[in-house]
Every structure is written in structure tokens, then in C-alpha cells.
């Protein structure tokens, strides 16, 4: 993988070669090498397997270049990429690529400019997970699989089920998911910006889904962290567990419920429905659900959303964008009431230029709009992972934190509900009539149980669950047409003793 040191001298040479061409006023270097290094997990206990499978990485380096060029007609703006080559040859490839692709865009302003907030988060990267050996991977991939067989193996509701280990094996035992390291390196310079920035990141994510498939019961698990120290079974033994507890499940009849939203179903609506309607360039496009509804409330006064791109030890945490601006928080609805926009350069800049940008975002004035469209967001995401050099930046969150203001445990949210569904697992979670409409639909999966009370008016009792039999079912699958403001508005009421209200099923 392509150091620093090369990377800072690529855009510094780039930055300078280009802007010394005819007809261009403003450049933006942007260099970056990323790696994705992968190992699949696939353990059969009754079907002869590997357990971990497929280790591969993934590679690339390049530069990519956005110009703006003085043209009798106005002003184009252009970009262009190059792989593989960051000598003069490759720049100058680069450069060719963005002058034939440059066009007019009435609505550009600028390339980012310098923010008045200094960068704040630096050399937090685990030089360890940069350069992991290949065996490391391998046996981070075992880790998770062994973690997940000691917890089967210690169950005693499995030991009742199956009568020695031949048995055991004939129940279905499956583990099966993943576990990818992601390396990041960057370095960015701008005619606005020419002092080379550079950043460095790395993360471990592993995503387990296991299954007792004699009995048809599954459970999901997951982990995520920055530092290879850091990384345990954890995942692994979440999901064996989850599976474990939802043998002897129970169907749901359809009817109204109150309904717990697990973490991956939260963490699912968030970047699914949530966050794209608090995106400037959905805003812009008049999409958001929140049209015109800064400094107002959309939800609960209990509930607070913000994004923290600078949070120390967080998986989503940079110290600078693809922009070469610093990354901070974006307060996005503060107890209730819509207070910021995820945002970069562009969207930021079009938005407070467009006549129609009060209807738009509502707020009292410019100040207070220009004080919600902070451009802290500006990355080149790849679907992979990785800054990458061949795109232009687009909005994306970091760290997305949801508080409510009134912290509670599962045990006691659990007992207020009394009687309801937990619902731990959701996916193909998409709006069904627009994102502005705030209908949606989703399916439930995995990790989910009936709440079911054993309170009494005189004698009070713990909260029993029960696992929910196939939750795939059209008893449980159904479309659930929620709108977004509304099922922000209840998502805490604020008051003590008193359960979130009910969605139909």
C-alpha cells in the first residue's frame, strides 16, 4: 500500500503542475490508496466445510483532479482520474480526463474553501491493522467461528435437544457472514487550500448470522472497531446465542403492537429513511419529509439526532473529508426540533444561492440556515470502502448518535411496554411512495420476540419474551407504513411510565 510520504508528494506535484496550465483558475488534488482485506465465514456442523473461506484484498491507488477553467462562454468545471500512476504521466492523464469532461454548472460557486473551526481529530489510526498480515486475517475469521462454537457447545438447551456430540452436529449448527479490515490513506491540495493535508484510517467490521437449522431458529451478531487489539469472539458469540433463543418460537397474529426497535433495526431507518431526509441535496430537490421545517419541531422533544464525524475511537471517524475540510458535529434535530442538514462544499453552496432556499429549509434567516449547512460531510465513499480517488465528493454521515432524554435499559423499556414486540433485525427498508411521502416498508428477519407482561395489578413480575417463529411470515412482514415525522414523534414521550404507542402490524 502506497505511504503517505508518496501520497503528499503526488498532490503537491499535481496541484502545481495543473494550476500552471492555460485557462485554469482553480485546481483540487486528491490522492488516496486504499485496501479491503475480507475472509468469509461458512461452518456447516453437518455438511463438510472449511469454516473460513475466501481471504482476499482489494488494492487501488490513484489521483483524481477537478478543475475549473476560464472559458469565453463562463466557466466549466471538470474531473478526471487516473489509477495506478502518480508520476507527471499520470497527472497529466488525469488532467486530459477532466478538460474533455468539463461543462458549465450554473449552480457551482467554488472548490471548498478553508472553514474557520480547526481540525481537531489527527493520528488516530491503529498502525497494527495497517499492515495485518494475511495469517491475522485468517485468524480473525477463526476467532469469530470459535466464538460462536463455545457458545453452542455451553448451551444447555442445545445438550437437551441433541444426546452427544454426533447428535449436536445434526442439528444444523451454521455460522456464516464475515469479517472485512478497511486501510485508508489520503492526501488532498487545493488552490484554496495548497498546504498538502493528509489522513489516515483504519476499521475491523464482522457481521455473523447463525442458525440452528433442525429447529429453523437464527440469530444475527455483529462488531465493529478501529483497532486490532480491540477485536474479539463478541460477534460471534452474539449471533450463537441469538439462534439459541429463538428455538421454540411462536408466530405473531396480525393486530396492533408496541413495537421495541432493536439496535440494527435503528441503525437500518437512520441510514435508510432518516439521515437521507436530513441531506442538504435532498433538501434541495424538495424530497425531504422536513421541507421547510428548520428550527421547527419534527419529533418528540425527548429525542436528539446528531452526527459526529470526529469522535475519538469511532468507526466513522475521519480527521479531515475528501474535501480537505474538518470534520465535526452536525447537530441534525435537537430535542425535537430540526436544527441541521448533513452537507458538503457544494450542496452547502448551491443550496443557500437557490432564490427558493427559505421555502426549501425554512430557519429565520441566512445566518441561521448557513449555521445549519456546515460542510462537514464531503466524501468519496466507495461501495467497498475507501476514500476514492475516481469519485467527486457526495454527502455521507460518520458517527450518527441518537439520545433520548430519558435513558433507559432493555429490562425496564421492556417492562413499560408490558405487552408488545421486539423486533431485532429489519432489512430491504426503503420508502414505498418517496422519501417526502415518509412511507415505508421493511422485513423482518432475525432476533425477534413477543414482550409478553406477567404483571398483575397487585403482584408485579419480570417481563417474559418469547421468540417469534419465522418472522418472514406475512404476519409479521406486511409493509409497515410509518410515516417518518410520526414515527419520530413517538419514539419517546417524554414522560415516565408511559410506553411508546403503537404500530399495526
Not at 485496501?35 to 491507488?61: M, Q, W
Not at 429453523?216 to 477485536?231: E, M, P, V, Y
Amino acid at each position: 500500500m502506497r505511504d503517505l510520504g508518496e501520497l503528499s508528494r503526488a498532490a503537491e506535484q499535481a496541484l502545481g503542475w495543473a494550476r500552471a496550465q492555460p485557462g485554469v483558475s482553480e485546481v483540487e488534488a486528491f490522492v488516496s490508496a486504499n485496501a479491503a482485506l475480507l475472509t468469509r465465514l461458512n461452518y456447516t456442523s453437518h455438511i463438510p466445510c472449511n469454516g473460513v473461506e475466501e481471504p482476499k484484498s482489494v488494492e487501488s491507488y490513484g489521483i483524481g483532479l477537478q478543475i475549473v477553467l476560464d472559458a469565453p462562454g463562463g466557466r466549466r468545471l471538470g474531473f478526471g482520474s487516473e489509477p495506478n500512476d502518480l508520476s507527471v504521466s499520470g497527472i497529466e492523464r488525469a488532467f486530459d480526463k477532466a478538460r474533455r469532461a468539463a461543462v458549465a454548472d450554473p449552480d457551482f460557486v467554488s472548490l471548498p474553501r478553508p472553514l474557520a473551526a480547526p481540525r481537531t481529530l489527527s493520528d488516530y489510526h491503529d498502525p497494527a491493522l495497517m499492515r495485518v498480515s494475511d495469517e491475522r486475517l485468517v485468524e480473525a475469521g477463526w476467532t469469530i467461528i470459535g466464538g460462536a462454537l463455545r457458545t453452542f457447545l455451553a448451551s444447555s438447551r442445545l445438550a437437551d435437544l441433541a444426546d452427544g456430540e454426533e447428535a449436536l452436529r445434526r442439528l444444523g449448527l451454521i455460522i456464516s457472514g464475515d469479517v472485512t479490515m478497511i486501510q485508508e490513506r489520503m492526501a488532498i491540495a487545493s488552490t484554496a487550500m495548497p498546504h498538502v493535508q493528509t489522513d489516515e484510517t483504519t476499521l475491523i467490521t464482522s457481521f455473523v448470522t447463525s442458525m440452528v437449522e433442525a429447529h429453523a431458529a437464527k440469530g444475527s451478531g455483529w462488531s465493529t472497531g478501529t483497532r486490532l487489539d480491540d477485536f474479539s469472539d463478541e460477534a460471534g458469540g452474539e449471533a450463537a446465542r441469538a439462534a439459541i433463543a429463538a428455538l421454540g418460537g411462536t408466530r405473531v397474529p396480525s393486530g396492533r403492537y408496541t413495537v421495541v426497535f432493536g439496535r440494527q433495526p435503528v441503525a437500518d431507518i437512520l441510514n435508510d429513511l432518516v439521515l437521507p431526509a436530513c441531506n442538504a441535496e435532498t433538501f434541495y430537490a424538495s424530497a425531504s419529509p422536513f421541507l421547510g421545517r428548520l428550527g421547527r419541531r419534527v419529533a418528540s422533544s425527548a429525542l436528539s439526532i446528531y452526527d459526529h464525524g470526529a469522535m475519538p475511537g469511532m468507526m466513522g471517524s475521519k480527521g479531515i473529508t475528501c474535501e480537505g475540510l474538518p470534520t465535526g458535529r452536525t447537530d441534525l434535530i435537537r430535542e425535537g426540533v430540526l436544527t441541521g442538514c448533513l452537507s458538503c462544499w457544494y450542496e452547502t453552496e448551491r443550496l443557500m444561492r437557490d432564490p427558493q432556499r427559505a421555502d426549501k429549509l425554512g430557519g429565520a434567516d441566512d445566518a441561521v440556515r448557513a449555521a445549519a449547512l456546515v460542510p462537514r460531510n464531503g466524501f468519496r465513499f466507495g461501495a467497498g470502502g475507501g476514500r476514492q480517488f475516481a469519485s467527486r465528493p457526495s454527502i455521507a454521515a460518520t458517527n450518527v448518535v441518537v439520545e433520548g432524554a430519558e435513558p433507559l435499559d432493555r429490562d425496564e423499556l421492556f417492562r413499560r411496554v408490558g405487552n408488545g414486540l421486539y423486533v431485532g433485525r429489519i432489512w430491504y427498508t426503503y420508502p414505498i411512495n418517496g422519501l417526502r411521502a415518509g412511507d415505508f416498508t421493511c422485513t423482518v428477519t432475525a432476533d425477534s420476540y413477543m414482550i409478553r407482561s406477567a404483571t398483575s395489578a397487585s403482584t408485579p413480575s419480570p417481563t417474559s419474551r418469547t421468540p417469534v417463529a419465522d418472522p418472514r411470515l406475512p404476519a409479521i412482514a406486511r409493509a409497515c407504513r410509518v410515516q417518518i415525522i410520526r414515527m419520530l414523534a413517538h419514539a419517546g414521550s417524554g414522560q415516565p411510565g408511559r410506553p411508546p404507542r403503537p404500530a399495526t402490524w
